[in-house]
């Protein structure tokens, strides 16, 4: 009898330190406003004031910058942890540590997270610098540099109280750094780059470029000059203006009188910060909140792993573990996949993707991956399905009408089979959801090409020739070119084939297919993703359909070159021969038309130049000649 009283002691002791073993696991739930999803181990209340600072974040952005509702780019999924110890279990590692921080901004192709200590006093200042660079890149055209940083750093510090929110707030050190660097030009600060070592060099030059573009942007918001801002965009962006002459048009001054009125501004005025009346979002008033099973916020938990370039194996085998007690979780099936896909393991992708789909037929994401991964397998010779891509394609975007990478691949497999004014119209669906995306935009440059829309074809390479990405001035280069030689051939039956063997893969990076991304680190500006190989020109019976003999492709490799300008010779204008030296090196490049060939940080090509540093895309010729494809006045 006491023995049976020492086992049922024994048994109640075990329940009681199970329950309590139940009740120190985290209990996650996931909440739910009109625009975003917050899971959170901190309760519903919580989980609802981390989505109302984010409604009311977008509501202001869209009021103040952009005047009208806000469009993402991607979703954006925010989780939010109650404690540092959870947290920096998803912190980017250095040497193998998590990093301090009290937010994470973590972007990627088919989805964006928010990371956020909840823990800490101000968790918003740290993502909210990138929430403003995902708010732009969905819903406004491509800027400036000075631009996209200023306005980030102007949003950083929004705040709420008691309705009223506070905008343009000076970040601390700001006011410090205007008093104690000197200023650069407003000319010189417009021209910075992505490439420029004010932006990419540490210490006060880069302190002082993002402290000057806040305070060009305070003030252009303080002086309501959103118009003229935009006028300006227009210039240099659309009709590349030179900058001077742009700030002169839009402004009614020059950069000198328009840099010493933001002086003044900073010296004489008070900086007031904006104040906007803001009541509750009243789309945030309906809200719904649900506890999550274990397994469900795992799930959710490893695919922010997933999307982390320090977690990728880890969030694998955290999928795997999942399946083991879940087999028909569907978003687990859809991770595996992914991760597998990022490790170039078809078999098992293709295995994943498809019970992802089967377990939740509902998901544009699972499709969408379906797709992208016969995209991928066409590079390894396999003969993609195009009529099944499309289908799964078709009903991913029917599933999520702004899913901007479904439709963007949907255009490709359009091309691909042969309905190039279907190509653009759908690629023209996925610019206006990513209007910042060059690669979306040198895509349809080559659609409108292949639909004979030469001139507007042009209009779009001119202005991705102008960009600061180094890609996309390679594209616009190559894509300018081809484009010339198709009008050459315009009068016979013919246009140009895309997606086929007569797209000479590494001048025309942006026909391709995109390549599932590895997760990127957290960043404002993601490096740029390699393009993928392109399907075969024999995979789609329609491709009859497209001209019998399209014009000749220059399929040499595009070449990159650093080197001084010695002289110009253009005694057989139009043609132009260039004397470069590049170490001890002399290099000749010829044009066959100098007046159309694509010049980087000039109005023209000039016949006078000599003694300029530059910078050449080139196809060789032989040892040291070459013919110029674009050329960069440095």
């Known amino acids: ?317 955290e999928f795997q573990q999942i399946l083991q007690s879940d087999p028909e979780n569907a978003a687990a099936h859809r991770g595996l996949g992914l991760g597998y896909l990022y490790k170039s393991d078809f078999t098992q992708a293709d295995s994943h993707f498809r019970k992802a789909a089967q377990f939740d037929a509902r998901d544009p994401r699972a499709l969408y991956y379906l797709a992208l991964l016969q995209s991928r397998e066409s590079a390894a010779g396999r003969k993609p399905n195009l009529g099944e891509m499309r289908q799964d394609l078709e009903q991913s975007v029917r599933l999520d009408p702004d899913f901007a990478g479904a439709y963007h691949l949907l255009a490709f497999v359009q091309i691909a089979e042969g309905s190039p004014s279907a190509a653009v119209a759908t690629e023209v669906k996925a610019l206006k959801l990513r209007p910042r995306d060059e690669s979306y935009m040198a895509s349809y440059a080559q659609y409108l090409a292949a639909n004979r829309q030469y001139d507007e074809a042009e209009a779009v390479w001119r202005r991705l020739a102008a960009s600061d990405q180094h890609a996309s001035i390679v594209a616009a280069a190559a894509g300018l070119e081809e484009l010339k030689e198709a009008r050459n051939g315009s009068d016979k039956k013919s246009g140009v084939r895309i997606g086929g063997e007569l797209v000479a893969q590494q001048a025309t990076p942006a026909a391709m297919p995109p390549e599932p991304a590895r997760p990127a680190a957290s960043a404002s500006v993601p490096a740029p993703k390699a393009a993928a190989a392109p399907i075969a020109a024999e995979a789609s019976d329609d491709s009859e359909k497209l001209a019998e003999a399209p014009p000749k492709i220059d399929k040499r490799s595009i070449l990159f070159l650093k080197a001084r300008l010695v002289s110009v010779d253009c005694s057989a204008s139009p043609a132009a021969t260039l004397t470069l030296v590049s170490g001890k090196k002399t290099w000749t490049m010829h044009t066959s038309d100098a007046s159309h060939l694509v010049v980087v940080g000039a109005d023209k090509f000039s016949c006078d130049w000599q003694g300029r540093n530059v910078a050449v895309n080139y196809r060789a010729t032989g040892g040291s000649d070459g013919d110029l494809v674009s050329l960069e006045i440095e």
């Open 1 to 317: 009898m006491a023995r049976a009283r020492a086992v049922f002691a024994a048994f109640v002791l075990l329940v009681f330190c199970l329950q309590g073993r139940a009740s120190d696991a985290p209990q996650w739930v996931l909440v739910r406003t009109a625009h975003f999803s917050v899971t959170t181990d901190a309760g519903p209340e919580r989980g609802r004031e981390v989505a109302l600072r984010f409604e009311q974040m977008r509501d202001i952005v869209g009021e103040v910058v952009f005047s009208r509702r806000v469009n993402f780019p991607v979703p954006l999924e925010i989780i939010a942890f109650l404690s540092s110890e959870e947290f920096r279990q998803f912190t980017p590692l250095w040497h193998g540590k998590p990093t301090q921080a009290a937010g994470l901004f973590q972007p990627s192709e088919d989805r964006d997270f928010i990371l956020l200590d909840l823990s800490s006093p101000d968790p918003y200042q740290a993502v909210f610098h990138e929430y403003t660079h995902f708010l732009l890149n969905g819903n406004y055209p491509p800027a400036q540099l000075w631009f996209d940083e200023g306005l980030a750093e102007y949003c950083s510090t929004f705040t709420m109280s008691r309705g009223i929110a506070e905008i343009g707030v000076p970040r601390q050190g700001i006011a410090e750094t205007l008093h104690n660097v000197p200023w650069m030009p407003l000319a010189e600060l417009f021209a910075v780059s992505h490439q420029s070592p004010q932006y990419n060099e540490t210490g006060d030059r880069r302190s002082l470029f993002y402290a000057q573009s806040w305070l060009v942007v305070h003030y252009i918001f303080d002086k309501d000059l959103k118009a003229q801002l935009g006028s300006y965009f227009g210039l240099v962006r659309n009709q590349q203006i030179p900058i001077a002459d742009a700030v002169q048009q839009a402004f009614g001054m020059s950069a000198l009188q328009l840099g010493k009125q933001i002086q003044g501004y900073f010296q004489n005025e008070t900086l007031r910060y904006t104040e906007v009346s803001v009541p509750e979002p009243r789309d945030a008033l309906v809200y719904t909140s649900e506890e999550l099973h274990t397994v469900d916020a795992q799930a959710r938990l490893a695919d922010a792993h997933l999307h982390s370039p320090d977690y990728l194996d880890k969030s694998i085998g």
